[in-house]
């Protein structure tokens, strides 16, 4: 009787963490409030969690991604991207700390192009070496801006889908844009973003994610021991104002050769033009994979905790940019400034100013079109 009570029981618990465990898995994320704007709109934090112990909180608010927890080697968990506590100071002042940005990432020349043959003005937002182009969508652009959020499941995955509609005309791009993106976090330890939009006119995009990852943890000092190997042997060099000149110029023999795994700062000081305009590394690789299907395209590997990450795309490019212009003025959520090359972007994209440059893969979306991209930040240690 003793034993059969006893089965009863066992029975029972395993039913209990059975149906427990099947309810965690399908539990969908729900938003939690996270302030307000100016206006009163409200915004919401989501956040997901993995079978790993990776944790990821990401707010409709430019859909930031607001930290992303990830064991190291020994198995401790540290914050390994950069930004703050409150909204109130991603409001203040940022540099895409962890946003989407779009309509079109990175620089359009002067702030002007032309679809099918009808000339469209931008605002001018950024001047690197006094000239002026429009960078990251704009005055308000994607990462200013409440994005609507819905938890989301699927088997082993968590996610967070947001949604923005972005009017005609909004900072100057023709056509209503319509835009989801999704952020997938999985029990094989991969953040997936798939972007799907679509217009009712031809206009240019190119979203992106903007994390500043540091692998060391953020608020732990320089990126410049992070080892990176990207497929990639050509890159788009530039002039002063960090527009690309149209070449596609192979790495090869130059600081930009990451084809074999190389430290950020081994040659991040070369006197090299690149490199002096850059301030250091932001420059755009054209991936050997150029066929749109999901590709590695670069691997990190941080040699003090271990931590790795890989970084899968479908699109054509990766902008590496190296936290040139961080320079201690933004104090982080865990209260210490960043300093100079305290992260690093990895940003899976079209050509920077692509609509000016027809010999650039199109960054042209038209009406009865659906622009489908995916980019997968595999985390790990070792
Ligand atoms: C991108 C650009 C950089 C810089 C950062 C934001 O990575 O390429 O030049 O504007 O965004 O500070």
Request: aromatic share 10%; glycine share 12%.
């Amino acid at each position: 009787m003793k034993l059969i009570a006893y089965c009863l029981t066992a029975a029972m618990t395993i039913a209990t963490i059975t149906t427990a465990s099947a309810a965690a898995a399908a539990a969908k994320p729900k938003g939690e409030p996270f302030g307000k704007t100016a206006d009163g709109t409200p915004v919401e934090v989501f956040t997901l969690t993995n079978a790993k112990g990776i944790k990821l909180r990401a707010m409709t608010y430019g859909a930031i991604v607001l930290s992303l927890e990830t064991p190291d080697r020994n198995g401790k968990s540290a914050d390994i991207v950069l930004g703050y506590r409150t909204l109130a100071d991603y409001i203040k002042s940022t540099p895409y700390f962890g946003a989407i940005v779009g309509r079109y990432g990175n620089r359009i020349a002067q702030g002007k192009f032309k679809v099918d043959g009808k000339q469209h003005s931008l605002a001018t937002n950024n001047t690197p070496g006094g000239m002026p182009c429009a960078l990251h969508g704009g005055l308000k652009g994607f990462d200013k801006v409440v994005w609507q959020g819905e938890g989301v499941t699927q088997a082993g995955a968590q996610g967070v889908r947001f949604r923005y509609v972005s009017k005609d005309g909004e900072e100057g791009y023709p056509g209503t844009l319509a835009l989801t993106v999704t952020y997938w976090l999985s029990d094989n330890n991969e953040w997936r973003v798939d972007y799907l939009a679509t217009t009712d006119k031809a206009t240019p995009i190119n979203v992106t994610q903007h994390s500043y990852f540091n692998l060391k943890g953020e608020g732990n000092g320089d990126i410049l021991g992070h080892e990176l190997t990207f497929k990639a042997s050509k890159f788009t060099p530039v002039n002063a104002g960090l527009i690309p000149t149209g070449e596609l110029r192979p790495v090869k023999g130059t600081p930009f050769d990451f084809t074999s795994k190389h430290a950020i700062g081994e040659r991040v000081n070369s006197v090299d033009e690149q490199m002096k305009f850059g301030g250091g590394y932001d420059h755009n690789w054209v991936l050997d994979n150029q066929t749109g299907s999901l590709a590695l395209a670069a691997t990190v590997y941080e040699p003090t905790t271990g931590r790795t990450m890989e970084v899968l795309t479908t699109e054509p490019g990766l902008q590496f940019y190296c936290g040139n212009f961080l320079d201690g003025k933004l104090t982080g959520k865990s209260g210490r400034p960043y300093e100079f090359r305290n992260g690093f972007c990895l940003e899976t994209q079209h050509y920077p100013d692509s609509p000016n440059q027809p010999s650039f893969p199109t960054t042209i979306l038209r009406p009865g079109q659906t622009l489908k991209s995916t980019t997968v930040f595999r985390f790990g240690a070792n």
